[in-house]
């Protein structure tokens, strides 16, 4: 049994994170024994790793925050989830481990046919593409939403769920040779970044009104995003790629009314109700069952591999997320 344990902190998060191993745990009453299916390496989980994330778990720690497991043993007075179903593990219980102990109470089963890769996935970054799509502007089927970083997780989910809901998007990416498989998966419009992006943006979508901007990069990048919006729009920030605070010029403050908010999905957990997390999360665990979401994955790893994995996902250039899977997962 093997885990990615970090004792520190620092500004590479390979150099901090290690497979170590452990013995078999002892289940007490109500526990389960956990066979890692698959968990990905999320940016949020790097920026931990880094030390710059909004929340830092004490130390020593393992990493990783979503995923799924299949129940292997069950602890003193278990009747449920049965041996062999799979399961999302808890959120922030340390997924990057060949085994994980969690109460049984805690588990939602899943369906045992599904992709665990796709179903490792569902936990942060479907959620937050289908919320920042819904709760800060109405839109409405033929209305534009504009977002960086669109070869993301949280990028390819929004892009299916805006289809899904007949809102056409507009897609920035840092490279060329990500227009045409972003194309591919049903985006609308993608162009490359740069200091003419709004010029760019006007002449693809014949100078559209665009509502909604979402800006995973921060630092001028976020500047670049308001300047492409309509008068009065909305831009969200969830992220920051580029380690840098968000830049918006007063020009679009001021004079055209753009307004920069946040998005973090522990918040909008602070504040929905059970049912509308139940909610949310069935949808999006039968679209992934079903394949109709799904997001592109880069490449897999094993525990034993954390580091080479952990520089992977920081090194960005990447076509999709690294996911580490469990031995009997494979790849």
């Given at each position: 049994?093997?885990?990615?344990?970090?004792?520190?902190?620092?500004?590479?998060?390979?150099?901090?994170?290690?497979?170590?191993?452990?013995?078999?745990?002892?289940?007490?009453?109500?526990?389960?024994?956990?066979?890692?299916?698959?968990?990905p390496i999320n940016?949020?989980?790097?920026?931990?790793?880094?030390?710059?994330?909004?929340?830092?778990?004490?130390?020593?720690?393992?990493?990783?925050?979503?995923?799924?497991?299949?129940?292997?043993?069950?602890?003193?007075?278990?009747?449920?989830?049965?041996?062999?179903?799979?399961?999302?593990?808890?959120?922030?219980?340390?997924?990057?481990?060949?085994?994980?102990?969690?109460?049984?109470?805690?588990?939602?089963?899943?369906?045992?046919?599904?992709?665990?890769?796709?179903?490792?996935?569902?936990?942060?970054?479907?959620?937050?593409?289908?919320?920042?799509?819904?709760?800060?502007?109405?839109?409405?089927?033929?209305?534009?939403?504009?977002?960086?970083?669109?070869?993301?997780?949280?990028?390819?989910?929004?892009?299916?769920?805006?289809?899904?809901?007949?809102?056409?998007?507009?897609?920035?990416?840092?490279?060329?040779?990500?227009?045409?498989?972003?194309?591919?998966?049903?985006?609308?419009?993608?162009?490359?970044?740069?200091?003419?992006?709004?010029?760019?943006?006007?002449?693809?979508?014949?100078?559209?009104?665009?509502?909604?901007?979402?800006?995973?990069?921060?630092?001028?990048?976020?500047?670049?995003?308001?300047?492409?919006?309509?008068?009065?729009?909305?831009?969200?920030?969830?992220?920051?790629?580029?380690?840098?605070?968000?830049?918006?010029?007063?020009?679009?403050?001021?004079?055209?009314?753009?307004?920069?908010?946040?998005?973090?999905?522990?918040?909008?957990?602070?504040?929905?109700?059970?049912?509308?997390?139940?909610?949310?999360?069935?949808?999006?665990t039968g679209l992934?069952?079903?394949?109709?979401?799904?997001?592109?994955?880069?490449?897999?790893?094993?525990?034993?591999?954390?580091?080479?994995?952990?520089?992977?996902?920081?090194?960005?250039?990447?076509?999709?997320?690294?996911?580490?899977?469990?031995?009997?997962?494979?790849?």
């Amino acid at each position: 049994m093997l885990k990615a344990e970090y004792q520190t902190r620092g500004p590479v998060p390979q150099d901090v994170i290690e497979a170590v191993p452990f013995d078999k745990p002892q289940l007490a009453e109500g526990e389960v024994l956990l066979e890692m299916l698959a968990a990905p390496i999320n940016p949020s989980d790097v920026m931990t790793l880094t030390g710059i994330y909004g929340i830092l778990p004490p130390l020593p720690a393992v990493g990783g925050n979503e995923g799924v497991g299949r129940v292997a043993e069950h602890g003193p007075n278990v009747t449920g989830p049965d041996i062999g179903q799979t399961v999302l593990l808890p959120v922030g219980c340390g997924t990057w481990a060949t085994h994980i102990v969690a109460k049984a109470s805690d588990l939602i089963p899943l369906p045992n046919e599904a992709d665990p890769i796709q179903l490792a996935m569902v936990t942060i970054n479907p959620p937050t593409a289908s919320l920042m799509l819904s709760e800060f502007v109405d839109l409405q089927p033929g209305d534009w939403v504009i977002q960086n970083a669109a070869n993301s997780g949280v990028g390819s989910y929004l892009i299916t769920f805006a289809n899904m809901r007949g809102i056409k998007t507009v897609n920035v990416v840092r490279r060329e040779s990500l227009v045409e498989p972003l194309t591919a998966a049903g985006a609308d419009v993608v162009v490359v970044d740069g200091d003419d992006l709004a010029d760019k943006v006007k002449e693809a979508t014949g100078g559209a009104d665009i509502r909604l901007g979402i800006d995973a990069v921060g630092g001028a990048a976020t500047d670049r995003l308001a300047a492409t919006l309509a008068e009065g729009a909305t831009l969200v920030n969830y992220g920051a790629l580029s380690g840098e605070p968000c830049h918006v010029s007063p020009i679009s403050i001021i004079f055209r009314d753009i307004t920069l908010r946040g998005f973090w999905l522990a918040k909008w957990f602070n504040s929905a109700t059970p049912e509308q997390q139940q909610a949310l999360y069935g949808k999006i665990t039968g679209l992934v069952a079903t394949g109709k979401l799904s997001a592109p994955v880069h490449a897999t790893y094993q525990v034993e591999d954390i580091k080479e994995a952990v520089a992977v996902a920081a090194a960005g250039g990447r076509d999709g997320k690294v996911v580490l899977v469990g031995d009997s997962t494979g790849d």
